[in-house]
């Protein structure tokens, strides 16, 4: 075929046509004649295809002559970017037959391209053309994650992006909760799942592949009865198009945090701060209780909106002991937004430990607090007449503070004294005194 000179065409075709007439005589017609471009060979092919899924479109060709015929193809235009139309550069049909031409689409974005597919016999010029446009749509995930962790530990999980281009493409992303009608429906994007941690941007090296990580760190553990969210994470570009992929997330509920040791005597305190990472990406409140009454928290603490590394919230713990010994309590710090933090708490209340001395000069008060969670009497006694006291606290309120007021009398004698309280059933409270 390669060494058949291209037959040079004329721009008109002319005849003549010779009718004798009954009569003897005759009639000569001169015909002139112009051929025209050809029309597209039956209706534009319209094509639906997924973006990122390689497409195969089968052309009829037919030869109408009763001969071979090999046809160069030409596509037109050349399609952008990282859309790629492409097939044999040329294919030969035998005399009166159809053979298929394969064209091949694929493309990252979505989009409409539209070509000419012009096949030509190079040896008689004539051609014939076909109108083609692919219409590519969103493409469904292309692949399924399954991610299972304890709320607030992050799992991580790794997606090879690959960017064909020679260039560096800057990719974002974006996750949403999925949602859909059916098993055989398309996956509905809902509101932003903020349990994934995703970088600002992706940078794809050219001509690679690219390690993109994903954190799945929940706040919240999955209600039961879900059993798992499923979310859809996003990477986009102008260049690249849309790469989905679908994660199926669980989240189970977490144990405590971790434990605290308190240790005071009866009727001291011991003050601790416990701290948590607040993750919610908004700001909130949290309530605070505890289920002993010798450790006491605020009924509440305010946390600041979340960066993706957390803010750290301080809630202060007070332990005050009401009965020599161990104990624990569990401190709960919870929010239905935010989730919920458990600490366990471990105290030990020690016996009153001597105070003193207190320098009395006239008069002196010295405060006393009632550690117990009941209403209690103590008898007060001192040890030198030097020194004056009450000699009873009557009816003290539960866990609350009353003054001892304590004078001296300065007579020349000893001036140092040592008062006592006491509650029956109880190690007493001993202070030590020194008159000026």
């Given at each position: 075929w390669g060494g058949v000179k291209k037959k040079v065409r004329p721009a008109e075709h002319s005849g003549t046509v010779f009718v004798p007439l009954p009569d003897g005589t005759a009639l000569l017609y001169k015909l002139v004649g112009t051929a025209g471009a050809p029309e597209a060979e039956g209706e534009a092919i319209a094509v639906s295809v997924q973006?990122?899924?390689?497409?195969?479109?089968?052309?009829?060709?037919?030869?109408?002559?009763?001969?071979?015929?090999?046809?160069?193809?030409?596509?037109?235009?050349a399609p952008e970017g990282t859309t790629t139309l492409k097939g044999a550069s040329y294919i030969d049909v035998p005399a009166n037959a159809q053979r298929s031409y394969s064209l091949k689409f694929h493309t990252f974005v979505e989009g409409t391209t539209s070509a000419r597919l012009t096949l030509t016999n190079e040896a008689t010029g004539e051609y014939l053309f076909f109108d083609v446009a692919f219409t590519a749509t969103g493409s469904p995930p292309l692949q399924t994650y399954e991610l299972n962790t304890v709320v607030r530990q992050g799992k991580e999980i790794v997606i090879d992006l690959a960017n064909p281009l020679t260039e560096t493409v800057v990719m974002t992303a974006q996750c949403h909760i999925a949602e859909r009608e059916s098993e055989d429906a398309p996956w509905v994007r809902k509101a932003v799942n903020s349990d994934l941690v995703l970088q600002p941007t992706y940078e794809l090296r050219a001509s690679a592949e690219t390690n993109c990580k994903v954190v799945f760190r929940p706040v919240l553990p999955t209600p039961a009865e879900q059993g798992s969210q499923m979310s859809l994470v996003t990477f986009s570009s102008t260049e690249l198009g849309d790469f989905v992929y679908l994660l199926r997330l669980s989240a189970s509920p977490a144990g405590a945090e971790r434990s605290m040791q308190f240790k005071a005597s009866i009727g001291?305190?011991?003050?601790?701060?416990?701290?948590?990472?607040?993750?919610?990406?908004?700001?909130?409140?949290?309530?605070?209780?505890?289920?002993?009454?010798?450790?006491?928290?605020?009924?509440?603490?305010?946390?600041?909106?979340?960066?993706?590394?957390?803010?750290?919230?301080e809630v202060e713990v007070v332990f005050e002991p009401d009965r020599i010994g161990d104990c624990a309590a569990k401190l709960t710090v919870f929010s239905e937004e935010g989730g919920e933090y458990i600490c366990i708490l471990r105290g030990h209340?020690?016996?009153?430990?001597?105070?003193?001395?207190?320098?009395?000069?006239?008069?002196?008060?010295?405060?006393?607090?009632?550690?117990?969670?009941?209403?209690?009497?103590?008898?007060?006694a001192v040890d030198n007449k030097a020194f004056t006291a009450p000699k009873s606290l009557d009816n003290v309120a539960p866990r609350s503070t009353v003054p001892i007021n304590v004078s001296f009398a300065a007579g020349g004698g000893d001036t140092a004294g040592k008062l006592t309280v006491v509650c029956e059933g109880f190690p007493a409270w001993l202070y030590y005194l020194k008159g000026v």
């Open positions: 973006c990122k899924a390689n497409h195969t479109e089968q052309i009829p060709v037919s030869n109408w002559l009763p001969k071979p015929q090999r046809f160069t193809v030409r596509i037109e235009p001291g305190k011991d003050v601790q701060t416990f701290r948590f990472l607040h993750y919610l990406p908004a700001a909130t409140d949290y309530k605070c209780t505890t289920d002993n009454g010798m450790f006491s928290v605020e009924a509440k603490v305010s946390a600041p909106e979340a960066g993706s590394d957390g803010v750290e919230v209340g020690a016996p009153p430990q001597p105070q003193g001395p207190y320098e009395v000069a006239g008069a002196y008060k010295i405060d006393f607090v009632n550690p117990f969670p009941e209403a209690k009497t103590f008898t007060v």
